[in-house]
């Protein structure tokens, strides 16, 4: 199984990224597919999640508004178009299935992440 997380880079404040994220292989029977971060010295973050049938979104405080979750099930693909970022949005970027627990979003599948790095 593979998760190709791509699309991160070097991107002044302010600017903005689109991040894909392909899978092939196994398929995962989870709901939901979902975005995590991971910034250096720092847990794993959930970032955003939708849902494989309804389409429903949902996103962290930190990123609302600045951020959009989309998917194209046809590809297999995840995207997330970042907007309005910020320095602090800097990290390594996961796609995962994922679902919700209760008490937060859980991932099920680590794969290859991205780096985003914002400059200020």
């Known amino acids: 199984v593979q998760l190709q997380a791509s699309g991160g880079g070097l991107v002044q404040a302010g600017g903005s990224l689109r991040l894909s994220c392909a899978a092939s292989?196994?398929?995962?029977?989870?709901?939901?597919m979902a975005w995590f971060r991971q910034a250096p010295g720092k847990e794993r973050e959930f970032v955003a999640a939708i849902s494989r049938t309804g389409g429903g979104t949902w996103y962290a405080n930190s990123v609302k508004g600045r951020f959009t979750i989309s998917g194209d099930n046809a590809k297999n693909t995840v995207y997330l178009q970042m907007n309005s970022l910020k320095p602090e949005d800097t990290a390594v970027y996961y796609c995962?299935?994922?679902?919700?627990?209760?008490?937060?979003?859980?991932?099920?599948?680590w794969g290859q992440g991205t780096q985003v790095t914002v400059s200020s």
């Open positions: 292989g196994r398929t995962f029977s989870n709901a939901y």
């Open positions: 995962t299935p994922a679902d919700w627990h209760g008490s937060g979003w859980v991932g099920v599948y």
